[in-house]
């Protein structure tokens, strides 16, 4: 498929995240209230404002969740629609007054998220961590090329970008140390996945094909961790407070039909998956992703660059073995990928591998060093589906880490 052009002409550029073909969805403040967006090149179309074919019902609440409940055939008829709006140019006078520049307002989270869920479906990701902690011989555990390993989250947890994270408390244990302690997390960590958000409820156990319909779009998604409490609390039962801290994405919904010329196949298989299991398709998509990291007052270094066609388990396999149990999907739930790291050092999603677990400090084009995240630091994720003279992008998913809060008199010794 090629660029499909617009009126608006920001939207032909070749290095807009937002031509005619993304169409992402957000939430957006313009100072006026919070309001229901479509991105289109440097602009943001007010949806609560158009009343060409819109349904004003539809669009009222400010969260993208009424919209994926109506289902497949309404999400169909709306992005047609605004396909229809946006490219012809008899629609200008009555839909140009209300592009808003994308500059001017704030963006917000873009719907409610009913339930968290978090994958550890990424082997190159699996095997670095594995390895750090249990030798190469035992890096993948006995059930990882079988299963999608994950974790319920904290809903509580989902925040979208530019919301600053706040660096965690917990209990921490070095190896030395005979009792834990109560500490600011000195090992925090990013990570860099993908999100996908569920359109349509599951009522039973739903196939692989079933599941990838369900799916209304995608985010990017940071997975901050706290290394250290995280080593302390996760046996037996895994993450805990490790991962509460924070999870921001990315505020545009990129919907799964923009992604549609992009699809590609998981990996081949290194052991048979049972038939649940199996894909009907290509079930990833080639989506370039990088990680930005700037300290703070101070210009960003790209320390990542690796691409979501790494992961061993497609977000569709994520789902289908997420109903297996019986347990109800709701719109609105989402799944985090788990971290996409590649093959090579420069392509892995997390400083606990960038930096092998402290040992092998990263340096900055600043000339600092970075095992794990500083106070200050700003964290950047991007991605980018390249189509043929367009990109479908994601926009910034971004967060500064700030320092810990005073510790309560109560809780200090």
Not at 215 to 224: A, C, E, H
Request: proline content about 8%; some cysteine.
């Amino acid at each position: 498929m090629s660029l499909i052009r617009s009126w608006v002409d920001s939207a032909n550029r070749a290095d807009t995240d937002f031509p005619l073909n993304n169409l992402p969805y957000g939430v957006f403040d313009d100072g006026q209230g919070a309001r229901m967006g479509v991105a289109i090149g440097d602009f943001v179309l007010d949806l609560g404002r158009v009343d060409h074919g819109l349904d004003p019902v539809l669009l009222a609440d400010p969260a993208w969740n009424d919209v994926m409940a109506a289902g497949p055939s309404v999400w169909a008829g709306l992005r047609a629609r605004l396909t229809e709006l946006l490219s012809d140019e008899g629609h200008r006078p009555a839909v140009g007054p209300h592009l808003l520049p994308l500059a001017s307002v704030r963006m917000l989270m873009p719907f409610r998220v009913t339930e968290y869920t978090d994958f550890y479906a990424g082997k190159n990701h699996a095997v670095n961590v594995g390895t750090m902690f249990r030798g190469a011989e035992n890096a993948l555990p006995p059930n990882w090329l079988s299963i999608p390993i994950g974790y319920n989250g904290r809903a509580s947890s989902v925040v979208v970008s530019g919301t600053d994270v706040v660096r965690p408390w917990g209990q921490v244990k070095a190896p030395d140390e005979a009792q834990p302690r109560f500490a600011p997390s000195a090992r925090f960590d990013l990570e860099l996945e993908m999100g996908a958000i569920i359109g349509q409820p599951s009522d039973g156990m739903v196939s692989v094909a079933e599941a990838d319909q369900m799916i209304f779009g995608y985010v990017l998604l940071n997975d901050w961790s706290a290394r250290d409490i995280q080593a302390w609390e996760y046996q037996p039962l895994g993450p805990f407070q490790a991962k509460a801290t924070a999870t921001t994405i990315s505020p545009w919904i990129v919907t799964r039909a923009a992604l549609e010329p992009f699809r590609v196949s998981t990996p081949e298989r290194e052991r048979p998956l049972l038939p649940y299991l199996r894909e009907p398709g290509p079930m990833l998509y080639d989506i370039a992703l990088e990680v930005g990291l700037a300290p703070e007052g101070k210009p960003e270094t790209v320390i990542a660059r690796t691409n979501y066609d790494q992961m061993y388990y497609s977000a569709a396999q994520q789902l289908a073995h997420h109903t297996t149990s019986g347990c109800a999907m709701r719109v609105g739930d989402l799944l985090g990928s788990g971290t996409i790291s590649g093959p090579t050092k420069d392509s892995r999603g997390s400083l606990l591998e960038l930096s092998w677990g402290g040992k092998e400090p990263l340096t900055l084009a600043t000339g600092e060093s970075r095992s794990f995240l500083e106070d200050g630091d700003r964290l950047i994720l991007r991605g980018a589906a390249q189509g043929d003279g367009y990109r479908i992008g994601f926009g910034e998913c971004a967060g500064v880490l700030r320092p810990a809060r005073r510790l309560p008199d109560w809780a200090q010794e």
